[in-house]
């Protein structure tokens, strides 16, 4: 097995017996898988999560080299793959709880997220604690007799505080809690949530390890006793990705790295830029100061995406459609990680009950793509221009 990443996202999951000799793992579409004879059949039962043809469902060579390659960069005992990404963080969660457990989730957590805990969880009689991300070891305090797992998020995609994993986690092993962690935003590249002792690792492949914006897909890692709780659970739940987004997952991965620092490279040129702009209140990138722990995203991640937001002196939500709707570059629409730029007002005092939400004016979250820096901050200067004729600053 490879060392270096770099040649990891090259080789991973390149099995000779599923790639039969062509370089990318083909798309192998079924629901039937034949068997040679009623002896094989009785073999196949008896194992039906090892990777061997059983059923369309349990997958195919095309969705076993994707699982293989991100077991590898995750340092996992085994990778699920599901439908979404959400679809990932709500099957790993699932495979941790039971009726009557408490559960702690970060106020930053992904909107989606938030919704399932406070209704389909609710509903099995699982209570939900949203809690400070920024609270690291005193999360221990939270900790009550019936907690299960803390649901970590780090940086907050919308928010971006990044959390001390380090500390929940040695709160939570202390007390038997088990871990999860959205780590879309860093991707297995720049932060690896099992080295640090999470007990499961979800990322939205639809956003960077895809990276082209044309497939929804999630996975989830895990490690230890996690892994055969969230095998069941997922294989329980029904979920498996079609091969042809797996196909395409497998593809965007082989050059996650190069696409990743250039996303990092030119979302740090936009970002300087906007720091220095006097309609800028704040900005939320982890590798500046502004952004709330910025001092642990220093010490824990090797590097950084092209998602951050900003936050403006003044004006309305409404007020930045004027910034907003006349963008040559920068288009507007939920997700990212595509190579392409988006921006997105989202006001944050939406989706929080833990912390409140304070700032003098809204906030905008920025996708930088592949495009030259240079043509992005021309982009956003006449934006700015707009937005400060309409504001009458
Ligand atoms: C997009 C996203 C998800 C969900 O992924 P989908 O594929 O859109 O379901 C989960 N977590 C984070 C942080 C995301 O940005």
Known sequence: MADNEDTKLVTGGRRKEWTHGIVNPPVYRASTCLFDSYAQLRERIADPSAKHLFYGRKGTPTQWALEEALTELEGADGTMLFPSGIAAVTTAILSLVKAGDHILITDSAYEPTRTFANGMLKAMNIETQFYDPLLGADIANLIQPNTSVIVTESPGSLTFEVQDIPAIVAAAKEKGVSTITDNTWATPLFFKPLEHGIDISVEACTKYIGGHSDSMIGSASAK???????????????????????????????????????????????????????????????????????????????????????????????????????MKLFKMGFSWGGYESLILPSDPSNFRTATKWQAPGPLLRLHIGLEDPDDLIADLEAGFDRYTRHVGA
């Open 224 to 326: 230890g006793p996690a892994w055969k709780k969230l095998q069941r659970t997922a294989f329980q739940m029904g979920h498996m990705v079609s091969p042809d987004d797996a196909f395409l997952t497998s593809r965007g991965l082989r050059t996650l790295g190069v696409r990743m620092k250039t996303h990092q490279e030119n979302a740090l040129v936009v970002a300087a830029w906007l720091k220095k702009h006097p309609m800028v209140e704040k900005v939320l990138h982890p590798a500046f100061e502004d952004c709330p722990g910025h001092a642990t995203w220093a010490r824990d991640f090797k590097g950084s995406c092209g998602l951050f937001a900003i936050v403006l002196k003044e004006g309305s939500y409404p007020d930045t459609a004027a910034l907003v709707d006349d």
